[in-house]
């Protein structure tokens, strides 16, 4: 290589680094969720997260996804951890869903059509960075999850009343013991806590 190539090089090097410094530093890049991705970004962003979800579930076996027993019992777990951002039956919108980006995938419409079974187990158990999906593998067995999978995978067929009888049939169950089962006693305590909000037609909400 000419010494005239490396020197370009070095410059077009030491250029990036300090713009790259300068968006940074100066907060040019606005990383609020109401400021969408360049589809440039989106698209990189999209591969570097499908090949990594592909990647880590490729030796994942999946269970008899049509199992009703296994169905049932992923109904109120879903209901209780994944309805208020992916919807469900009869939950056409949400809070949640209308504030995150990206918009989390309405699964009752999609179901698996994104990833394949072991593509969203793996998903659910580890959660996905910067994305607003929690890891639910720290409070759910495999076989938990899995039965969320099998409900998701029949979510398409289900009616929103099929869906309110499947979801009061059933009981929400963490294989640790609940949420806050290993955090400190203040702590569960104050997850107890009813936060109230009003919204912009003056309603009042409780979480």
């Not at 300090?18 to 360049?38: E, Q, R, S, Y």
């Not at 090949?51 to 008899?64: C, M």
């Not at 109904?75 to 949640?96: D, F, R, V, W």
Request: net charge neutral; with cysteine.
């Amino acid at each position: 290589m000419k010494i005239s190539n490396i020197k370009t090089l070095i410059l077009f090097i030491g250029i990036s680094t300090v713009t790259g410094f300068g968006i940074v530093w100066f907060g040019i890049f606005n990383i609020a969720a109401t400021d969408k991705h360049w589809d440039i970004t989106t698209n990189l962003l999209e591969l570097v997260r499908d090949r990594s979800i592909v990647s880590n579930a490729a030796d994942l076996q999946v269970p008899d996804l049509g199992d009703k027993n296994r169905i049932a019992k992923g109904a109120p777990n879903y209901a209780a951890m994944c309805a208020q951002c992916h919807l469900a039956p009869g939950i056409k919108t949400s809070e949640l869903f209308e504030g995150l980006y990206p918009q989390p995938p309405v699964l009752y419409k999609h179901g698996l059509d994104a990833h394949k079974p072991a593509e969203t187990f793996w998903v659910i158990k580890n959660g996905l960075k910067m994305t607003g999906m929690p890891s639910w593998g720290i409070y759910n067995s495999d076989d938990q999850i899995w039965d969320m999978i099998a409900f998701i995978k029949a979510l398409k067929d289900i009616s929103p009343d099929e869906y309110q009888k499947m979801i009061k049939a059933g009981k929400h169950t963490h294989a640790k013991g609940g949420h806050g089962a290993t955090a400190k006693p203040d702590h569960h305590e104050k997850s107890k806590a009813k936060v109230s909000h009003s919204d912009d037609h003056g309603e009042s909400h409780q979480h």
